[in-house]
């Protein structure tokens, strides 16, 4: 069984180790200003996917992928030297889906909020179609029977 506790935690020691390596020690001018979102171990500790967010243009986005691609091996070494761990995980980085999430999220939260508008528009001159209150109130007469005599048909079941 994996200890996935085990896994998080190199998880959370490769994200640090490599967000510093970017910072500090890798020197590519293809790297844009790039952010380790996430990085996730499997359960046997040998593979780490590190998922990457990079802002600027597509160009940008290429570049860093290639600036990493490059330097992969370096930041493994790096990994394998700081975690101690007896077999160093390869690592896959991966550009995150975030910015194009946050920005189809942002634009369904727009129209939305148009038509949440435009219904609030439309309900300011809206007027019932009947009364404002179609339900019989307490203080009004009942239409039925004032004898209070059952017709035939009507009133209990006699339970024969």
Do not use: C, W
């Not at 991966?94 to 528009?121: K, M, Q, S, Y």
């Amino acid at each position: 069984m994996a200890d996935t506790a085990r896994a998080r935690k190199l998880a959370d020691a490769i994200q640090q180790i490599v967000a510093t390596m970017l910072d500090t020690r890798i020197k590519d001018p293809r790297l844009g200003f790039v952010t380790v979102t996430d990085v996730r171990v499997t359960g046997d500790l040998q593979h780490a996917t590190v998922f990457y967010t990079v802002l600027g243009s597509d160009e940008d986005r290429a570049g860093t992928a290639a600036a990493l691609a490059s330097a992969k091996g370096l930041i493994r070494s790096e990994v394998g030297r700081r975690t101690g761990v007896r077999l160093t995980p390869t690592l896959e980085f991966v550009p995150d889906a975030i910015p194009e999430t946050a920005a189809h999220l942002e634009e369904a939260l727009r129209g939305a909020a148009a038509r949440d508008a435009e219904l609030a528009r439309i309900r300011e001159n809206a007027r019932y179609a009947g009364e404002a209150d179609p339900y019989r109130t307490a203080d009004e007469p009942d239409d039925s029977d004032e004898s209070g005599a059952a017709g035939p048909g009507e009133g209990p079941p006699s339970g024969r």
